[in-house]
T-cell receptor, first 114, second 111 residues
C-alpha cells in the first residue's frame, strides 16, 4: 500500500495568496484528519472527516481555512488568503475506522508564507 | 480542549542508558494512551499503546500507566542513537473524540 499521500511536499508562497494542500488517504480508510504542527503549538487537529462528512472543524483557526472531502480518496485544505503565521507543517492522517487509535500520517506539507 | 502535557526537552541520554519520557493528562475519564515517535522531518508513527494500569513491554520499550495519578510514561532501555526523535504522547478521552496529542519530548541519544 502506498500510504497516505500528500502534495505538495513543500510550498512557498507570498502573503495573500491562496494555498491548496491535497491528501489521498489509505484506500479503505474511512476517517481523515488534518493537522498543523509548529514548534510553539505542537500538533493541532484542524478538522476531521468520517465517510467524507466533516465531523468537527472547531480546530480550524479562522475562516480563511476551509477543507473538503469530495470523495473517499481525496481531500483538500485551503487557506485563502494566506498569512505568514500560517507557516507550519500540515499533516493529513487517516484511520480505518472512525476514531481508531492508530492514525497513519502522510509525509506532510511544509508551508512557508513570506 | 483536554490537555496532555509533556516536557519538551531535549532529553539527552548516553547510548546504552534508559530513557524515561513522561506524560500527564487532565481528563480523568481518559481510557487509552499511545506513544508516537517522530523523526526529524518525518511524520509521527505509532509505537506503543497501553489501556490498563501497570506496565506493557515491547522489546526495548516499556509503557507505564497510572490512572490514579493521570500519568503515563515510556521507558526505552539500551537507548541507541537511532532512538533520537520526538516522542508524542496521545490520549483517547473516550468521549467520542479523536486523540489528543501532547507537544512531544525531544530525545537525543549520545553515542
Amino acid at each position: 500500500d502506498a500510504g497516505v499521500i500528500q502534495s505538495p511536499r513543500h510550498e512557498v508562497t507570498e502573503m495573500g495568496q491562496e494555498v491548496t494542500l491535497r491528501c489521498k488517504p489509505i484506500s479503505g480508510h474511512n476517517s481523515l484528519f488534518w493537522y498543523r504542527q509548529t514548534m510553539m503549538r505542537g500538533l493541532e487537529l484542524l478538522i476531521y472527516f468520517n465517510n467524507n462528512v466533516p465531523i468537527d472543524d472547531s480546530g480550524m483557526p479562522e475562516d480563511r481555512f476551509s477543507a473538503k472531502m469530495p470523495n473517499a480518496s481525496f481531500s483538500t485544505l485551503k487557506i485563502q488568503p494566506s498569512e505568514p503565521r500560517d507557516s507550519a507543517v500540515y499533516f493529513c492522517a487517516s484511520s480505518e475506522r472512525f476514531l481508531d487509535n492508530e492514525q497513519f500520517f502522510g509525509p506532510g506539507t511544509r508551508l512557508t508564507v513570506l | 480542549q483536554k490537555e496532555v502535557e509533556q516536557n519538551s526537552g531535549p532529553l539527552s541520554v548516553p547510548e546504552g542508558a534508559i530513557a524515561s519520557l513522561n506524560c500527564t493528562y487532565s481528563d480523568r475519564g481518559s481510557q487509552s494512551f499511545f506513544w508516537y515517535r517522530q523523526y526529524s522531518g518525518k511524520s509521527p508513527e505509532l509505537i506503543m499503546s497501553i489501556y490498563s494500569n501497570g506496565d506493557k513491554e515491547d522489546g526495548r520499550f516499556t509503557a507505564q500507566l497510572n490512572k490514579a495519578s493521570q500519568y503515563v510514561s515510556l521507558l526505552i532501555r539500551d537507548s541507541q542513537p537511532s532512538d533520537s526523535a520526538t516522542y508524542l504522547c496521545a490520549v483517547n478521552t473516550g468521549r467520542n473524540t479523536p486523540l489528543v496529542f501532547g507537544k512531544g519530548t525531544r530525545l537525543s541519544v549520545i553515542a
